[in-house]
């Protein structure tokens, strides 16, 4: 009986490719663990947010986990499997590229996401918590899972700045859609792309959705690398059902 976390084997037959291990050509060295049980034992910490050590023994041994889980994360395997099931959803025209809503949330390091209308994540990335919402918005776009960008980008007052406003148009194409701050006298938008603000809360309930991976409401990883490989399992995760 599969368990909650572990993937079921439509899942794992889109992402097997990409984490199947390279043999070596003469043979030596000791034999692989199962990847796909690797993968679930990864996947259970992600989920449970319990320590590595307390993984059970249904799983490889929780040093391989670690191990592998950190081979994958230095060597951009996870990346790679968020750009193929991004791109997979697209073809199916499941993923919306006419509106997409940002947001950021703090749980130890600052997560910058940026959503569909449908809530799937199109970009996430990992900040420090001081810099301001609207200064992240580049680097967190040059994290997309698909090299096609938005065209019109909706967050909420902290993303209102006439220099984002200029930088994205310019730059990307993208529209920037944010109600004004309270000290701007002069309004820059009217009120009809401003309606497009009342479908914000697709951008929270990808947050919700991240939130049931224990493992990323608190940051246990001390490495910055490993919590952001986890916060890409959470997005795996959320992607996989939708195909």
């Known amino acids: ?9 439509a899942q794992w037959e889109l992402i097997e490719p990409l984490l199947r291990p390279k043999r070596r050509t003469d043979g030596r ?14 996947l259970w910490v992600l989920g449970t947010g319990a320590q590595w050590r307390e993984l059970p023994n249904k799983y490889p041994p929780y040093q391989t986990c670690h191990r592998r889980f950190q081979q994958w994360v230095r060597e951009g395997k996870l990346e790679g499997i968020l750009r193929v099931l991004a791109e997979e959803l ?11 809503f940002i947001d950021a949330s703090f749980t130890g390091a600052k997560i ?9 994540p199109l970009a996430v990335s990992i900040a420090s918590a001081s810099p301001h919402e609207s200064q992240l918005v580049e680097g967190v776009l040059g994290h997309s899972f698909l090299d096609t960008l938005p065209a019109r980008l909706i967050g909420d ?27 701007r006298r002069e309004p820059t938008q009217d009120g009809r792309p401003l309606r497009r603000y009342r479908r914000r809360w697709r ?5 919700a ?26 997005c795996m995760q959320i992607l996989l059902r939708y195909l």
Do not use: C
């Not at 910058?112 to 799937?120: A, K, R």
């Open 112 to 120: 910058n996401v940026i959503t569909d209308d449908h809530s799937l």
């Open 157 to 183: 007052k902290a993303y209102d700045s006439d220099r984002l406003d200029r930088d994205l148009a310019e730059r990307y194409g993208i529209e920037m859609i944010a109600p004004h701050r309270g000290q």
């Open 90 to 100: 697209h073809a199916r025209g499941k993923l919306n590229l006419e509106e997409a």
């Open 203 to 207: 951008v929270e309930r990808l947050f």
């Open 1 to 9: 009986m599969r368990g909650r976390w572990e993937l079921s084997d």
């Open 29 to 42: 060295g000791r034999p692989w663990q199962d990847t796909r049980a690797v993968l679930n034992g990864i």
């Open 209 to 234: 959705w991240l939130h049931h991976f224990r493992r990323l409401v608190i940051r246990w990883e001390y490495h910055v690398e490993n919590f952001f490989g986890m916060l890409r399992l959470g």
